[in-house]
Protein backbone atom coordinates (compact mmCIF):
# COMPACT_ATOMS: atom_id res chain seq x y z
CA UNK A 1 0.00 0.00 0.00
CA UNK A 2 1.09 3.78 -1.17
CA UNK A 3 0.44 6.82 1.16
CA UNK A 4 0.14 9.81 -0.74
CA UNK A 5 0.01 13.61 0.60
CA UNK A 6 -0.40 16.52 -1.16
CA UNK A 7 0.64 19.94 -0.45
CA UNK A 8 1.25 23.33 -1.72
CA UNK A 9 -2.45 24.13 -2.66
CA UNK A 10 -3.31 27.96 -1.46
CA UNK A 11 -5.31 30.77 -2.49
CA UNK A 12 -4.12 32.66 -5.56
CA UNK A 13 -5.41 35.53 -7.82
CA UNK A 14 -6.15 34.68 -11.67
CA UNK A 15 -3.23 34.77 -13.83
CA UNK A 16 -1.17 33.55 -10.64
CA UNK A 17 0.65 30.16 -10.70
CA UNK A 18 1.21 27.19 -7.86
CA UNK A 19 3.28 24.75 -7.97
CA UNK A 20 1.38 21.32 -5.81
CA UNK A 21 3.40 18.13 -4.70
CA UNK A 22 2.84 14.94 -4.13
CA UNK A 23 4.71 12.45 -1.60
CA UNK A 24 4.57 9.01 -1.28
CA UNK A 25 5.38 6.63 1.27
CA UNK A 26 5.40 3.20 1.82
CA UNK A 27 5.89 2.04 -1.74
CA UNK A 28 8.55 3.67 -4.70
CA UNK A 29 6.36 5.73 -6.81
CA UNK A 30 8.21 4.15 -10.15
CA UNK A 31 5.52 1.27 -10.06
CA UNK A 32 2.76 3.35 -10.52
CA UNK A 33 1.14 5.74 -13.40
CA UNK A 34 0.50 8.87 -11.87
CA UNK A 35 -2.34 11.05 -12.05
CA UNK A 36 -3.54 14.23 -10.42
CA UNK A 37 -7.43 14.93 -10.23
CA UNK A 38 -9.54 18.07 -8.86
CA UNK A 39 -13.35 18.10 -7.79
CA UNK A 40 -15.17 21.86 -7.10
CA UNK A 41 -17.86 22.07 -4.67
CA UNK A 42 -20.75 20.10 -5.97
CA UNK A 43 -19.06 19.06 -9.09
CA UNK A 44 -17.65 15.35 -9.81
CA UNK A 45 -14.13 14.48 -9.37
CA UNK A 46 -12.56 15.61 -12.93
CA UNK A 47 -9.30 14.31 -14.45
CA UNK A 48 -6.93 16.71 -14.68
CA UNK A 49 -3.16 15.55 -15.61
CA UNK A 50 -1.39 12.08 -15.53
CA UNK A 51 2.13 10.49 -16.41
CA UNK A 52 3.86 7.49 -17.44
CA UNK A 53 5.81 5.32 -14.98
CA UNK A 54 9.35 6.74 -17.24
CA UNK A 55 7.61 10.62 -17.00
CA UNK A 56 8.26 10.61 -21.08
CA UNK A 57 3.92 9.96 -21.73
CA UNK A 58 1.51 12.53 -20.93
CA UNK A 59 -2.03 13.46 -20.55
CA UNK A 60 -3.99 16.24 -20.02
CA UNK A 61 -7.20 17.57 -19.63
CA UNK A 62 -8.48 19.93 -22.47
CA UNK A 63 -8.90 22.50 -19.77
CA UNK A 64 -5.66 22.59 -18.65
CA UNK A 65 -3.55 21.58 -21.68
CA UNK A 66 -1.08 24.62 -22.29
CA UNK A 67 -0.99 25.64 -18.56
CA UNK A 68 -0.83 22.92 -16.20
CA UNK A 69 2.57 20.73 -16.10
CA UNK A 70 2.49 17.48 -14.80
CA UNK A 71 6.32 16.31 -13.33
CA UNK A 72 7.91 13.41 -11.39
CA UNK A 73 10.87 12.78 -9.59
CA UNK A 74 11.08 9.19 -8.97
CA UNK A 75 14.22 9.06 -7.15
CA UNK A 76 12.81 11.54 -4.51
CA UNK A 77 9.04 9.55 -4.93
CA UNK A 78 7.47 12.27 -6.07
CA UNK A 79 4.91 14.12 -7.94
CA UNK A 80 4.70 17.80 -8.95
CA UNK A 81 1.64 19.79 -10.70
CA UNK A 82 3.03 23.23 -12.17
CA UNK A 83 -0.19 25.55 -12.93
CA UNK A 84 0.29 28.24 -14.40
CA UNK A 85 -2.53 31.14 -15.62
CA UNK A 86 -4.72 30.35 -12.99
CA UNK A 87 -8.56 31.05 -13.73
CA UNK A 88 -11.11 31.25 -11.23
CA UNK A 89 -12.62 27.83 -12.59
CA UNK A 90 -9.64 25.82 -11.54
CA UNK A 91 -10.83 26.46 -7.87
CA UNK A 92 -10.95 22.79 -6.37
CA UNK A 93 -9.23 20.29 -4.17
CA UNK A 94 -6.63 18.38 -6.17
CA UNK A 95 -5.75 14.99 -5.88
CA UNK A 96 -2.99 12.60 -6.75
CA UNK A 97 -3.98 8.97 -7.60
CA UNK A 98 -2.24 6.01 -8.22
CA UNK A 99 -2.52 3.42 -11.23
CA UNK A 100 -1.60 0.27 -12.24
CA UNK A 101 -2.46 0.75 -15.83
CA UNK A 102 -0.10 0.49 -18.66
CA UNK A 103 -0.60 4.23 -20.04
CA UNK A 104 -1.28 7.52 -17.95
CA UNK A 105 -5.24 7.08 -18.75
CA UNK A 106 -7.51 9.65 -17.42
CA UNK A 107 -10.78 7.15 -15.80
CA UNK A 108 -10.65 7.67 -11.99
CA UNK A 109 -11.67 4.09 -11.55
CA UNK A 110 -8.23 3.38 -12.66
CA UNK A 111 -6.70 4.61 -10.19
CA UNK A 112 -6.50 2.74 -6.74
CA UNK A 113 -4.29 5.42 -4.37
CA UNK A 114 -5.98 8.63 -3.26
CA UNK A 115 -4.36 11.29 -1.39
CA UNK A 116 -6.21 13.70 1.07
CA UNK A 117 -6.10 16.35 -1.39
CA UNK A 118 -5.02 20.27 -1.05
CA UNK A 119 -7.44 23.28 -1.59
CA UNK A 120 -6.63 25.37 -4.47
CA UNK A 121 -8.49 28.86 -4.38
CA UNK A 122 -8.29 31.14 -7.17
CA UNK A 123 -10.14 34.76 -7.04
CA UNK A 124 -10.87 37.09 -9.84
Known amino acids: QVQLVESGGGMVQAGGSLRLSCAASGRTLSYFIMGWFRQAPGKEREFVAA????????NYANSVKGRFTISRDNAKNAVFLQMNSLKPEDTAVYYC?????????????????WGQGTQVTVSS
Open 51 to 58: MSRNGQNT
Open 97 to 113: ATSLQFTPVNTMSAYGN
